[in-house]
């Protein structure tokens, strides 16, 4: 089964020339003629969605106008779209006008108010919740992988945190987010989102921040680990990933494999190592829990999904985008040689609004590429 997949990708909204956030999410959500750009929680960022997709030229052409659009609302308001997962400058965020997000910011205090960080959504389609509920207990010891692709938030108000992705830092922060236990069942997982709820501490649904969930609106899992890459290309990579990972899982719950029994504890920590330090580090293997070196971890991944990759006609591309990521480095380390170049910030924001715009790279000359060889 090649199942249906869509992406949603949060950027930050920032001064062309100095590099600041501003506070223009509504602005460029009228402005805009793309009908999924939306505004978001901060007047300081505005989110894109690609339709549900098959092919990934689809959702790469997707992906590149979504960036397009973002960018050109912005330039209509004197402003630029860029995906950076974090700021890379000081900023007070501004909170969007509404209740619900009045509600947050009375609930959660510091956390919501301190809040701006980009991620990437990930949704594949699920055949029953039954079906959703078995991809989530088997993909979830990848997920850390994902976030070390993904990193991209390196600096936080303006300095380097020593992190990969401190938006996983700053997003650990509340109560909701992170690795979950194995569920085993639709009614079990039910149960559980039930009594996070009636805890009281979140609002609804949509508050519940969890690495991967079902969705609340679409018949779908969605893959919320990973940063907003940098580069569209690698939001390409992290689309086929996902739902690479998906079909595999669904495949192995259909034979009656059982989901590997790590705990969310040491998922947290595999999190953690990934945040810490991308792809330039070692990373916990999924297996054995175990440091390993980056290259062998993506590797295995690479291993791990081959028969379904290979059967969509998709391995020799997802190849190619993930070579691509190990050689130029993730977007956390293409920002810090930003900053190494220039010496500042800013650079940092006017290098990535030019990477931000970059198209995807042509999909049939990746495929065709015989050097690539992990």
């Known amino acids: 089964m090649t199942r249906r997949m869509g992406v949603e990708e949060e950027f930050l909204i920032v001064d062309g020339e100095s590099g600041k956030p501003l506070p223009l999410g509504e602005v460029l959500e009228q402005l ?39 960018d050109s609302a912005a330039r209509r308001a004197g402003a630029r779209a860029v995906a950076l997962a974090t700021s890379a400058l000081p900023v007070e965020s501004t909170i969007a006008p509404g209740e619900r997000c009045g509600q947050l910011m009375e609930r959660f205090g510091l956390t919501a ?30 997920l850390p992988v994902l976030l070390a692709i993904s990193a991209n938030s390196p600096y936080w108000n303006g300095v380097d945190s020593g992190y990969a992705s401190y938006r996983w830092q700053a997003w650990r922060r509340w109560p909701t987010t992170g690795a979950a236990g194995i569920y085993g069942s639709a009614a079990a997982y039910h149960r559980e989102i039930g009594q996070i709820l009636s805890s009281g501490v979140p609002l609804d649904k949509a508050n519940l921040y969890l690495d991967a969930r079902l969705s609340h609106k679409h018949p779908t899992v969605e893959v919320r680990v990973a940063d ?6 690698d939001t390409v990579l992290l689309a086929a990933l996902v739902r690479g990972l998906a ?7 259909r034979d009656g494999v059982s989901p590997f029994p790590t705990s969310a ?31 062998e971890v993506v590797t295995a991944l690479m291993d791990h999904l081959r028969p379904v ?22 977007g956390a380390a293409v920002q810090r040689g930003s900053y190494a170049r220039g010496a500042s910030t800013r650079d940092v924001v006017t290098d990535a609004v030019h990477f931000t715009c970059l198209p995807v790279t042509p999909l049939r000359a990746a495929t065709n590429s015989s050097r690539l060889t992990l």
């Open 32 to 70: 805009s003629d793309f009908p999924r750009l939306t505004s978001e929680m901060k007047q300081e960022q505005i989110e894109t969605c690609t339709l549900p997709r098959v092919t990934l030229a689809e959702i790469a052409d997707d992906i590149t106008a979504g960036r397009k659009s973002a």
């Open 113 to 142: 108010v301190e809040q701006l960080t980009g991620g990437c959504h990930v949704h594949v389609e699920i055949e029953s919740e039954e079906e959703g509920v078995a991809i989530l207990d088997r993909v979830r010891i990848w």
């Open 228 to 233: 907003v890459c940098l580069f569209a290309d």
């Open 247 to 253: 079909e595999t899982a669904a495949r192995q719950w």
């Open 265 to 295: 504890t040491q998922l947290q920590l595999a999190s953690w190592q990934a945040s810490r330090y991308g792809l330039q580090g070692e990373l916990a293997d999924p297996i054995t829990g175990k440091p390993r070196g980056a290259f």
């Open 309 to 330: 990759l290979e059967e969509q006609g998709e391995f020799n591309t997802v190849e190619f985008l993930l070579f691509q990521v190990l050689s130029r480095g993730t």
